[in-house]
């Protein structure tokens, strides 16, 4: 059994507390969320990051009574677990503890959020751990997490949400424990928080959380709004060449003037689920390039941002936000440096499958504005998503965290919301939507691969080069004739390419 209650708790004449309680009496497990409206957007200039290195300190750090050795010697036994997440409207903190548990543990969940020790050695550790993610592990350990992150940096360059939440290289090595002694005390405040609780809690424990977290500093934080980007004019796209790069990632899309708070976005969620469903092998992006051509992993579309897609197989709360945009995801695909070294036969190409591939995706997208979707299409894939939603919220953690994110969006519940809106939709409002919003002409696009690949890529998408699909001379014999003739169709397919950089990977995220 669960009860949903939204409150407003008012203790003096300039502060208020959004509440967000989740009552489950039959549950053993207590969850905290405490949600600041303060993400990277509220990093100073010069100081990109900040917000996520006084969060990462939080949690990552001691209070004025415990160092952080000595708090993980405390939970150990409780199986209690905590963390921080930063996005770039919002930081989040999430505490998870058994209820038995809960009087011993609450002195050090409310001692990290309201008197964390800020010790210069907690802050040495964990800005090296930060300067090390900006300067090399984002370039090293995935290109798929690269070209995302690359991505957003050129659709919002210029804006406040165009840098990672890490930060860059500059402003992470300019921060000082200093300065994030003045975040917290400057936004990490009682008037921007909103409170979170879920599980068999009593009235007494919620009384005194509210009260402790009094101790917060009082500012009123002014807070940034989120950027309103322009539509790009034409296809500009950004290859970064990277020295050993294992294919070519490729992350594009477009702003898109739709959010969770418009109902109109359950049509959209089923013409993007349709074209290309996270992680789902029915979407039509990962039949044409995965299935029938066995070019990659994965290949899927979004119509707003999934956080770690490399990791989640679900889309997880806490990362709402109010500039959105339609992105499609072409996991890694084969460079001609490697086709040459795997078939004697294509010892001859120039560029491999990216430019193909691109093509494939943007025709399908093409294919769907002109013709929309059919009924049969249409009912089916309503009814996978009226139950997939349902997927979203199986923790009490991600059951609180989307109720959260449905008061930042100015809902109630926002998936009992788009179960009701699904259920009514049609097939014409599905395919409306999919007139309005999606579109092949405008977008941006980044490409991370190899040094190898990246001059010919560039020239072959400037020039708007045939990009014909090169299959060992085994695989092509046993594909169909109708798949060949896609393929003919596809290579030449005229993009509205305009411009094309490439850009060395160790001159990114400066």
């Not at 969850?31 to 990462?56: A, H, R, W």
């Not at 677990?81 to 548990?101: A, G, L, N, P, R």
């Not at 993007?272 to 990962?286: A, D, I, P, T, V």
């Not at 969006?409 to 049609?426: A, H, K, M, P, Q």
Request: charged share 25%.
């Amino acid at each position: 059994m669960k009860t949903l209650i939204i409150s407003i708790l008012f203790t003096g004449l300039l502060m208020a507390q959004e509440v967000v309680e989740l009552k489950q009496v039959n549950s053993s497990k207590i969850v905290v969320k405490l949600m600041f409206s303060n993400g990277s957007i509220c990093d100073p200039v010069g100081k990109e990051g900040l917000t996520y290195t006084t969060s990462q300190l939080i949690t990552q750090g001691g209070t004025g009574e415990w160092t952080y050795s000595d708090i993980q010697d405390k939970i150990y036994p409780m199986a209690a677990e905590y963390s921080s997440s930063v996005d770039k409207e919002v930081s989040i903190f999430t505490f998870e503890f058994h209820k038995d548990w809960m009087e011993k543990f609450y002195p050090i969940m409310i001692g990290l959020i309201t008197n964390p020790s800020f010790s210069q050695s907690d802050f040495d550790r964990l800005k090296n751990n930060q300067q090390a993610y900006v300067d090399q592990i984002i370039r090293a350990s995935s290109d798929e997490e690269y070209s995302k992150k690359a991505f957003e940096d050129f659709l919002f360059r210029g804006t406040n949400y165009q840098w990672m939440v890490q930060g860059k290289s500059v402003s992470v090595a300019s921060i000082t424990l200093e300065d994030v002694k003045n975040q917290y005390k400057n936004y990490f405040t009682i008037n921007n928080l909103m409170i979170g609780i879920a599980g068999d809690y009593s009235e007494a424990f919620l009384e005194k959380l509210k009260s402790d977290l009094n101790k917060l500093p009082d500012t009123n934080p002014q807070i940034p709004a989120a950027p309103i980007v322009r539509m790009p004019k034409g296809i500009d796209v950004e290859i970064i060449a990277k020295e050993g790069a294992f294919g070519s990632a490729i992350f594009g899309g477009y702003p898109l003037s739709i959010t969770r708070a418009d109902d109109e976005f359950a049509a959209l969620l089923v013409a993007n689920s349709y074209l290309g469903e996270h992680r789902k092998s029915y979407g039509k992006l990962y039949q044409m390039i995965r299935e029938q051509r066995s070019m990659n992993y994965g290949d899927y579309t979004y119509i707003e941002w999934y956080d770690n897609g490399g990791g989640n197989m679900l889309p997880p709360s806490g990362v709402p936000r109010h500039s959105n945009y339609f992105a499609f995801w072409i996991r890694p695909i084969q460079i001609a440096k490697q086709l040459k070294m795997q078939y004697a036969e294509l010892d001859s190409i120039q560029v491999g499958h990216a430019h193909f591939a691109l093509r494939m995706a943007l025709r399908e997208m093409d294919k769907m504005i002109k013709n929309g979707i059919s009924q049969e299409d249409f009912e089916a894939t309503r009814t996978f998503l009226e139950s997939y939603i349902k997927l979203y919220i199986q923790s009490p953690d991600q059951q609180l965290g989307y109720l959260m994110d449905s008061k930042m969006y100015g809902r109630f519940d926002y998936i009992e919301e788009l179960g009701n809106l699904l259920s009514v939709l049609t097939v014409d409002d599905v395919n409306q939507a999919i007139k309005k919003y999606f579109q092949i002409e405008n977008m941006k696009i980044t490409i991370v691969t190899d040094v190898s690949e990246a001059e010919p890529l560039a020239k072959s998408l400037k020039e708007n080069l045939p990009s014909p699909m090169s299959y060992s001379n085994a695989v092509k014999s046993g594909l169909p004739e109708d798949v060949l003739k896609e393929d003919k169709e596809t290579e030449k397919f005229k993009l509205n390419v305009k411009e094309v950089k490439i850009i060395d990977s160790k001159d990114t995220f400066k």
